[in-house]
Nanobody, 124 residues
Framework: QVQLVESGGGLVQAGGSLRLSCAASGRTLSISAMGWFRQAPGKEREFVASIRWSGGNTYYADSVKGRFTISGDKAKNTVYLQMNSLKPEDTAVYYC?????????????????WGQGTQVTVSL
């Protein structure tokens, strides 16, 4: 089992930046890929970005491409999400999760070991 803990959320003005972190513990050698998702009130959980642990291949949702960057530090078992040019529509609870396999997919059911989430609020 892998335990995930997100941090770095907060309140920021539109156009600002935040950097989220997700620290993994437990069976970290089982990690092939990691992903970030978000969920706004009244909406379904939405894919944001994912990264393959070996090789660093990345995959982004169109809504964040060019603004968000996912990266990982294998030595620290931590994945990051650098969010720039934030918009009010980016407001959500952000979750990280471990992918079940190597494939970088946007479907939430292909991920497990979810973190508890961190709130990101972007004001006008």
């Amino acid at each position: 089992q892998v335990q995930l803990v997100e941090s770095g959320g907060g309140l920021v003005q539109a156009g600002g930046s935040l950097r989220l972190s997700c620290a993994a513990s437990g069976r970290t050698l089982s990690i092939s890929a990691m992903g970030w998702f978000r969920q706004a009130p009244g909406k379904e959980r939405e894919f944001v970005a994912s990264i393959r642990w070996s090789g660093g291949n990345t995959y982004y949702a169109d809504s964040v491409k060019g603004r968000f960057t996912i990266s990982g530090d294998k030595a620290k078992n931590t994945v990051y999400l650098q969010m720039n040019s934030l918009k009010p529509e980016d407001t959500a609870v952000y979750y990280c999760a471990r992918a079940r396999g190597y494939t970088l997919t946007p479907q939430p059911d292909t991920y497990d070991s979810w973190g508890q989430g961190t709130q990101v609020t972007v004001s006008l």
